[in-house]
């Protein structure tokens, strides 16, 4: 019998507080997107200033280029910091589980603020030290954005009602495009002051240098630029520190984990209209021995218990979310590569230019597909299910990037044309709409409270692996010939991952919709026993109605 302190909030009407605590948790993953998008363009800067030297005996296009082993590091620091978060995240989520939510969602929050402020400070000017710098407190920003991810999922699906919970975890998961556009428009607005305000002889194209000039002008402002670009991302983080403190803890966390029905009920009644007198009942029955016993830790993290019982779950989890961003993470990041054609060219602009033409494109991608995918999610999640929404993510994201590898034509810097762009956006558009919200959504709603945020960290870990994996592979095969590989063998592999994803999704993965997270976590006999998702029952039902119709016809 569940605890009626619960059973309200699953049947809790949508309130005020729904929609302030998306915001109050969304605000970890919008400064997530926010400095990891940036960085495409605050490469492109940081190699114009520091790598300024003209070498006219190779191709221009290589010019101001950061060598390829300090830019994969650059990328990839941030997200290896929610990898070893099979430390980080683990912490962070067995944490959440073990001393509650709430007390340790502020320190993810501090992290994200301090490596967000560091990385603009970076400490020197020396090209050396800059990258030391940046490194580390890009590897800090990490750290706190694997712990934030299943923080605010859990968080987030513990408040929600059964009716519109897909929704409000798919709010906060959307905050990751907006924190895409607003990175976008900061540099494009950060870029446009300081090109007005600068000398114009710093601003001269390296096109246009003497013969005998060998180095490129740069504004000596510049340097300030990117710095302020990253730590402007800071802000919106930092702004919501003083309402992370003031949120009560989880009625689930504190019901079912502390076995305290009647704090869970105060704790909610501050910030949602669930009277205390609805669970006058549950402070009796949870004093039963039966119902202690029931409420316990019956069986541990590691065990074979909840290898039975919940194994597939994470497992089907964990691959899911490592193929979406195997992707996800390479395309995004990556984008600039599919507009190259349309690009001016680098020696024909000054370094603010340069930086806002990527920015100019991020955006435009934002806005017509990745924002549109997450808006369109929020609002069939709770009708259409997850499973259905992540496998035909995962199939049209597959057809988008076969179609766009048949139509490539030439490499990554040739003008695709817009059919090329317009089916580029839609691989975006099924990504946000499908299984890069999904896969966020899915580990927060299978587990037991007492190892939601823990399971939730796996995954997104797992998850973290494969956008490192994705991002080093597409920096390798996006280099020019013969090192790299052809465009449209890249997109046939991308597209194949999406293939794998979705008979991952198909076979393995439970539905969650319309059921509460305690109906969710409760599984039948046969999920302990088999490891497929649907095809068991289906035999079992087509054998019961078999023997029903035998023996009705006895009669």
Wanted: aromatic share 12%.
């Amino acid at each position: 019998m569940a605890l009626k302190v619960l059973s309200a909030l699953d049947v809790a009407k949508t309130q005020y507080y729904h929609f302030k605590a998306i915001i109050i948790a969304g605000m970890g993953l919008f400064t997530d997107s926010y400095d990891l998008f940036c960085i495409p363009l605050i490469m492109r800067m940081i190699g114009r200033i520091y790598y300024p030297k003209v070498d006219k005996t190779v191709d221009p296009k290589k010019w101001f280029e950061v060598p390829t082993v300090i830019a994969s590091t650059m990328f990839c620091v941030a997200l290896m910091g929610a990898v070893v978060a099979v430390i980080g995240q683990l912490v962070f989520g067995r944490l959440g589980d073990r001393v509650g939510r709430r007390r340790v969602y502020g320190v993810s929050l501090i992290m994200m603020v301090v490596g967000s402020i560091g990385c603009g400070l970076s400490l020197s000017s020396l090209t050396s030290m800059v990258f030391v710098s940046l490194g580390f407190f890009r590897f800090l920003l990490g750290m706190g954005i694997g712990g934030d991810y299943p923080l605010s999922a859990t968080i987030m699906a513990e408040f929600a009602n059964k009716r519109t919970r897909g929704a409000f975890i798919a709010g906060v998961f959307s905050m990751q495009g907006f924190g895409i556009l607003l990175s976008s428009l900061v540099s494009m607005i950060v870029c446009s002051i300081f090109e007005a305000s600068a000398n114009k002889h710093n601003l001269e194209k390296s096109s246009e240098l003497a013969p005998l000039v060998n180095i490129a002008p740069v504004p000596p402002e510049s340097d300030l630029a990117w710095r302020l670009i990253l730590m402007i991302g800071a802000i919106p983080a930092s702004m919501t520190y003083y309402w992370r403190m003031k949120m009560p803890e989880t009625a689930r966390f504190t019901a079912l984990v502390e076995n305290n029905a009647l704090q869970a009920a105060k704790d909610i009644g501050k910030v949602m209209n669930v009277p205390l007198s609805t669970i006058q009942e549950d402070v009796e029955m949870i004093n039963t021995p039966n119902t202690r016993a029931a409420l316990s830790n019956t069986y541990p993290f590691f065990s074979r218990e909840f290898l039975r019982r919940h194994g597939r779950d994470l497992i089907a989890a964990s691959i899911n979310w490592l193929l979406i961003d195997i992707v996800f993470y390479s395309l995004n990041l990556f984008q600039y590569h599919a507009f190259r054609g349309l690009m001016k060219s680098k020696i024909n602009i000054n370094l603010y230019q340069d930086a806002m033409q990527i920015a100019k494109y991020q955006a435009l991608i934002a806005i017509c597909a990745t924002i549109p995918g997450y808006i369109v999610t929020v609002y069939m999640i709770d009708h259409v299910g997850r499973v259905k929404i992540q496998a035909a993510g995962f199939f049209f994201m597959a057809i988008s990037l076969f179609t766009i590898a048949k139509v490539n034509k030439g490499d990554w810097g040739s003008n695709q044309g817009p059919g090329f762009i317009i089916l580029y956006g839609l691989t975006f558009f099924f990504s946000n709409f499908g299984p890069n919200t999904t896969t966020f959504i899915v580990p927060a709603e299978l587990f037991p409270a007492r190892f939601r945020a823990t399971c939730h960290g796996i995954s997104g870990a797992v998850g973290k692996l494969g956008a490192i994996i994705g991002l080093i592979g597409f920096i390798l095969a996006s280099r020019e010939e013969p090192k790299g590989i052809e465009a449209t063998h890249t997109l046939m592999a991308m597209g194949g991952v999406c293939v794998l994803g979705f008979f991952v999704t198909y076979f393995f993965t439970r539905e969650t919709m319309g059921r509460s997270l305690e109906e969710n976590e409760n599984v039948d006999e046969l999920t302990g026993v088999w490891f497929v998702r649907f095809w068991p029952h289906k035999v079992w039902d087509k054998r019961n109605e078999v023997n029903t119709g035998e023996r009705m016809s006895l009669y």
